[in-house]
């Protein structure tokens, strides 16, 4: 016997009792575990679970390293289009969709600030690369801006701390952009005239002509856990020589293992480790 009824209008959702969950969760490419984003968020983009680096914004890194106070410069450059690009999708159109996206004019932003540690406080200027920026790209006003960054730390006598984060030279800027090569080159040579410390932090991916040029030429280069480095990436390299390449070649552990790196830091360290080894290079300028 049916002692009671229950009308099926009582158990069916409505707007106000639907759960929404999308976008709540995501998951770890390296170990495939679902993640809940705010759990994420808070461990700064790292996977609790097996230490995977997600990407992290140039603002989300500027955040982290350096105090509150700091300065945000050279944010007026932009891109211009002075080959008139058009592929499957016009230059002038990705760059408006980039700055849309991002909040930048360009894939880079310069910071003038202090990064504290327990050893003290140092003044730095910071360069930190957006990858969500056309992939990170290096462009003319990449190189100008890296550059400026080089003319402000020279003009403080403050250490040089780099970013890097892309795909390489932008190639709808065509020579253009391989000219930053040198230029950025050109001008940290300056700091090694001056004994001003320089310290290129890697992160994933770092390759192309930003590797070949200003990414490796730290007094200190640093990179963070499983960074891509590297010049061609691997499949180009394996169809190239036509052989299978090791295992875990170049990630920043095989880097480090291969006298390429100076150290793997993880992003929870970076401030501290950045603030001991800025500390500990300025003494040893000085005396």
């Not at 008139?84 to 880079?108: H, Q, V, W």
């Amino acid at each position: 016997m049916t002692w009671f009824k229950r009308d099926a209008h009582e158990i069916s959702p409505t707007p106000d009792h639907e759960v929404r969950t999308e976008g709540l969760w995501t998951k770890c490419p390296e170990c495939g575990k679902t993640l809940w984003k705010a759990e994420l968020e808070a461990n700064l983009k790292v996977c609790p679970h097996c230490g995977y680096h997600f990407k992290f914004s140039a603002r989300e890194r500027v955040e982290l390293l350096l105090e509150p106070g700091y300065e945000l410069v050279d944010l007026e450059l932009q891109s211009t289009d002075p080959l008139e690009f058009t592929d499957l999708k016009p230059y002038k159109a990705r760059l408006a969709a980039a700055r849309k996206s991002t909040g930048l004019n360009d894939a880079i932003l310069n910071a003038v600030g202090r990064i504290a540690g327990l050893y003290g406080e140092q003044e730095v200027v910071l360069s930190v690369m957006e990858y969500g920026f056309i992939g990170g790209s290096m462009g003319a006003v990449m190189g100008e801006t890296i550059a400026r960054a080089v003319d402000r730390a020279l003009e403080k006598r403050v250490p040089l701390v780099v970013v890097s984060a892309s795909g390489g030279a932008r190639m709808m800027e065509g020579i253009a952009s391989l000219m930053q090569m040198a230029k950025v080159s050109a001008a940290l040579a300056k700091m090694d005239d001056a004994k001003i410390p320089y310290i290129s932090l890697m992160t994933d991916p770092t390759t192309g002509g930003v590797t070949a040029s200003f990414a490796m030429l730290g007094d200190l280069n640093i990179a963070e856990p499983g960074a891509l480095i590297g010049f061609a990436g691997p499949r180009v390299i394996e169809q190239t020589i036509r052989q299978k390449l090791p295992e875990g070649f170049q990630r920043s552990e095989f880097l480090l293992q291969h006298g390429f790196l100076d150290a793997i830091v993880a992003r929870k360290d970076l401030k501290a480790y950045l603030a001991q080894t800025l500390k500990w290079m300025t003494e040893a300028k000085a005396s």
